[in-house]
């Protein structure tokens, strides 16, 4: 993170603060929603998909959204002090008394920070990645399906897996052993050309970088298929990558004792998001 | 919540506070552990076993616990001021790096808190309580089952689906279709002068009422049965009853349509936990 002038690397509700209340329900339940954006030059990346997707996810959970015009004032002032960084935008349903009711007239909390963007080797995006299948399942559940919430535990249990540096991500199944996606990316297969990733309506984080590869797709013309995947699909597939927001477009080289090759689609697929954020 | 002396209401690691770090992962993540006690005469009930259970809870998540004589001694602090009131003590993992990696080091987070008991009508013991039937369903998995953790969605979203004062409780069941537990509650049935209680090996948080029901049970030579329980199960059941260790022991009169009798095993448990309790 290359700074440039004074540091405000906090805000909450607008107030220069690291410190929320213990009874905000995001502490007490995960009660609430999150983003993770890539900043470069100051500018938070594809920040209107962002919070378009902050909206919905609150409005899934009953939570009231703060609004466009005070998310884009907070995060241009913390944000225009670096160059490269991550945001992160945080909203719960904000403090209430003890229990699980949606207490009335709740007002939102809203954190917005940003942080070093991880340093990942530069060839990652050459070579393609390692990764495992994690043993840990996704729990189904269609209420919270595709909502970036603050019920991350199963993550955090599928992330502890593994120790290894060499291995950059953990693919996750759903309890009924379907293939999902990886603890923080959406994951596409290519096979006869088509792209194929995993139908999130049961479970899982609709990712904003998964969105605009399956918009770039259909702009561009190729198949893609939203559905089912099994294990042996992925274990078939020509080419695989993993996306995310901070990441972008990972290829997936190996997958335990899986190889694949970084194939022509995934080339294709990479290539226009490097044009497009330039 | 009646009060003898000077109010101290929160401690957070031990000091008046009532704030936590926006960086702790209870607050991203919701990674961490709850316990919920009911405090009479300034004594938390049921002590040893809530602190035996969050031990268990911090050894499955790789928590460090922070130990009994800590948290006995904070409890003391907080208890002493009032007769009557709820204790709950939440552990997170701490404050850790942007990611869902479990840090190295990291030291948990304790904070211990007290509010007043919730005011149930005095009948709902003599005349049982109503519940409904959620639609929202709880995920299946194994890793997660059985903790009090801190993602709490689920709860958060099967509680919105009612909204009336003369409905105390939503029981839920699993992605299956099997019934596990009310949202803040954990569920008994009567067969035949047999105790059935769903299995919580996939889902649902193991109660330490439910646990104290259960030894009961099998000290007094009431046959028991841990199992898969079906909707059809629950509808045809002799006697049904919730368990919480706020609460006690609430006899269900109505669920939806069907009408309970508050048969003899219920009574004899609530005779039994009245007792147990003075």
Redesign the interface.
């Known amino acids: 993170m290359r700074h440039r002038g004074a540091l405000v690397s906090?805000l909450?509700n607008g107030n220069q603060?690291?410190?929320?209340?213990?009874?905000?329900r995001?502490?007490?339940?995960?009660?609430g929603l999150?983003e993770?954006l890539a900043v470069e030059n100051g500018e938070p990346e594809f920040f209107s998909r962002h919070l378009e997707r902050l909206r919905i996810g609150c409005e899934r959970?009953?939570i009231e959204f703060p609004g466009n015009e005070i998310l884009e004032k907070e995060a241009a002032q913390i944000c225009k002090t670096v160059e490269s960084g991550?945001l992160?935008i945080?909203v719960t349903r904000g403090s209430g008394?003890?229990?699980?009711?949606?207490p009335e007239n709740a007002r939102p909390t809203r954190?917005l920070?940003i942080?070093p963007r991880?340093s990942f080797p530069d060839d990652l995006q050459a070579q393609g990645i390692r990764a495992v299948l994690c043993r840990?399942?996704?729990?189904?559940?269609?209420?919270?399906a595709g909502l970036k919430?603050?019920?991350?535990?199963?993550?955090?249990?599928?992330?502890?897996e593994w120790n290894s540096p060499e291995i950059q991500e953990g693919l996750m199944l759903d309890?009924d052993g379907n293939v999902i996606e990886g603890?923080?990316s959406n994951l596409f297969l290519v096979r006869n050309g088509s792209l194929i990733t995993p139908d999130l309506s049961r479970?899982g984080v609709a990712g904003i970088m998964r969105g605009l590869v399956l918009e770039f797709g259909r702009d561009g013309g190729i198949k893609i298929q939203v559905e089912r995947v099994s294990v042996a699909e992925l274990e078939d597939a020509d080419e695989v990558f993993l996306t995310n927001s901070v990441i972008g477009i990972w290829p997936l080289a190996e997958l335990g004792k899986i190889k694949y090759e970084i194939g022509p689609v995934s080339r294709r697929i990479m290539q226009w998001l490097a044009e497009r954020k330039h």
Request: with cysteine.
């Open positions: 906090m909450v603060s690291d410190r929320v209340p213990v009874t905000d995001g502490f007490q339940y995960g009660d999150f993770t959970l009953a991550i992160k945080i008394s003890r229990g699980y009711r949606i954190v920070s942080s991880p840990t399942r996704l729990g189904i559940n269609p209420s919270l919430h603050l019920n991350r535990l199963e993550q955090i249990i599928g992330r502890s309890s603890t923080m479970c």
